[in-house]
């Protein structure tokens, strides 16, 4: 069952990763900040990881691959669909949103522009995916 309290960040940008963990301290949320550079790396650590985080977030376009590659691979693992996805990019294309919704994404969010708009972002997402909503996995769990 996921973790309440971590979130997976797949980012391919080490700036933007230190950004929301930045972001991240300034909401006064306890959660643990896993981050990953691109999707394989990301699936293999939902593969082996024991503690799975009960978040994703994931840049849209990435440098190896665009997010619909994840988001595919992430609803086939019965271990991982359940997980709410969603995509956390500066892409407002509409496009892209419909291939993210089509693809299993739970939300789209477009990045603020600024720091101060991040902080309010990132507490806005930790209470609502972390805090109110009940995900597919809990209820997986008690079945």
């Known amino acids: 069952m996921p973790n309440r309290n971590s ?6 940008s080490p700036g933007e990763c230190e950004l929301f963990r930045l972001a991240l301290v300034q909401t006064g949320f306890d959660i643990a900040l896993y981050t990953e550079h691109d999707v394989e790396a990301a699936l293999h650590f939902l593969k082996t990881e024991s503690n799975l985080p009960s978040l994703i977030l994931l840049d849209w376009h990435l440098r190896d691959q665009r997010g619909d590659v994840f988001l595919k691979r992430l609803r086939t693992d019965s271990r991982v669909r359940g997980i709410p996805a969603i995509v956390f990019t500066t892409s407002d ?6 291939t993210a919704y089509v693809n299993g994404a739970n ?7 600024t720091f101060e708009g991040l902080v309010r972002c990132v507490n806005d997402l930790c209470g609502y995916w972390l805090r109110w909503n009940r995900t597919l996995a809990e209820v997986e ?3």
């Open 7 to 12: 979130i997976l960040l797949i980012e391919d």
């Open 107 to 113: 939300g789209y969010v477009v990045k603020p522009g």
């Open 93 to 98: 294309d509409m496009s892209d949103r419909s």
């Open 141 to 143: 769990s008690t079945c």
